[in-house]
């Protein structure tokens, strides 16, 4: 009988230690949401080097489990595995590490050769401001509200180096927003884009990309890194190891480094971003009212930054000659999500004119997007660290 009891007793205890036994609403709801994400991913082709370890990240953080066991399994455990791996998103290392890769993979040319198309990357950058007036407007504190702005930018990487600095409570909220309506692409930037544009502006065609030297690829990171630093010297982290990895590229030295810094480094990186990003999203912090809000404000935020890009090509248009005209459906690609918005406008383009390539074109404001995230980050951080 005793032996029975201890066998029961036992039993029972660990009943306790299971999921079926901890698991709330929240725990459930969440694990749908991940696997959405992978479905999304899988069946639907959206980014799915992104959402696949965002996806099963949010499964993995949710899986429930007795919290005062002590087990040192949980993200928010010290010496856990996850916590470990946290370390890179919390302290700010995986998104430097993730613009070396950028930087690496990346050609400016199209920017160096028409240095104006810059002017549409940084007029993209008024969603990240309007957001951020919004978000202050729904009662955020100016820190959350920054980092919740910068969604706008469509940057992953630099939502999660500005959150993690600014409001690390709300990081995970914004990094899933950020992810989520970078893999939104292809879905939100046409409908805008055709609502802004007439047939005759999606038919206009631009220059041929003037060859660019060798040498002023290799001088174009350098000074990059001067100006933008010494403009934000707060965006450091971000902007030094994107020109670091460009350089790399482009010296015709190191090679080597380039191709590690933009396949097996960047890939090591991108499955523990995603990963870790998508575990930090649990239910107890992330179904909230806050986070309803973010979701809100990152897509109004990232409509607007894409409009912006438009309506600004347009009015520039004003002041250039009839040979110089830029078509406006370049305009999306001064967001940063490269290089899926530069190959929107070009697909929109063939649309169009199946003779009217524009995706070179489009190349420029899409990098020039990339280090204006970078720069309004720097900004955001600078005045409100």
């Keep these: 009988m005793g032996f029975t009891n201890f066998i029961v007793d036992n039993f029972n205890e660990f009943l306790t230690y299971t999921g079926f036994a901890n698991a709330t609403e929240g725990n459930l709801v969440m694990i749908a949401v991940g696997i959405i994400l992978i479905y999304l991913a899988i069946k639907k082709d959206f980014e799915p080097l992104l959402l696949i370890p965002i996806g099963l990240g949010i499964i993995l953080g949710n899986i429930p489990f007795r919290a005062d066991a002590g087990l040192e399994i949980g993200l928010y455990e010290d010496n856990s595995v996850l916590n470990i791996f946290y370390q890179g998103v919390r302290m700010g290392w995986y998104p430097p590490l993730v613009f070396l890769g950028i930087g690496a993979m990346t050609d400016f040319s199209a920017l160096i050769a028409n240095p104006k198309l810059v002017l549409i990357g940084a007029a993209a950058q008024f969603g990240i401001f309007g957001a951020y007036m919004t978000a202050l407007a729904l009662g955020f504190e100016p820190n959350q509200a920054a980092g919740i702005a910068i969604i706008g930018g469509a940057d992953g990487p630099t939502a999660i180096f500005l959150s993690s600095k600014l409001c690390p409570n709300l990081m995970g909220a914004i990094a899933v927003c950020a992810y989520s309506y970078m893999a939104l692409v292809p879905l939100i930037q046409p409908v805008v884009m055709r609502l802004l544009t007439t047939k005759k502006e999606r038919l206009i065609r631009m220059k041929p990309v003037r060859e660019v030297s060798q040498t002023e690829r290799i001088l174009f990171p350098i000074i990059g890194l001067l100006l933008t630093t010494f403009i934000v010297p707060s965006g450091l982290p971000l902007l030094g190891m994107l020109f670091f990895g460009n350089l790399l590229k482009e010296s015709g030295k190191t090679t080597r480094l380039a191709k590690t810094a933009g396949a097996a480094l960047n890939d090591i990186v991108v499955i523990l ?44 248009n004003l002041f250039l000659s009839k040979d110089n005209k830029i078509n406006p459906l370049i305009g999306n690609a001064g967001v940063s999500a490269v290089p899926m918005s530069a190959r929107i406008s070009n697909n929109l383009g063939l649309e169009y004119d199946r003779h009217n390539f524009l995706l070179m074109h489009a190349m420029g404001p899409n990098v020039a997007g990339v280090i204006g995230s970078a720069v309004a980050a720097g900004a955001l951080l600078g005045f409100l660290s």
Excluded: H, P, R
Excluded at 277 to 296: D, K, M, R, Y
């Design 273 to 316: 971003l995603g990963l870790t990003v998508g575990c930090s999203t649990q239910a107890s912090e992330f179904l909230t009212q806050n986070t309803l809000f973010i979701f809100l404000v990152g897509a109004c935020a990232f409509v607007v930054a894409t409009a912006s890009g438009v309506c600004f090509v347009k009015v520039m």
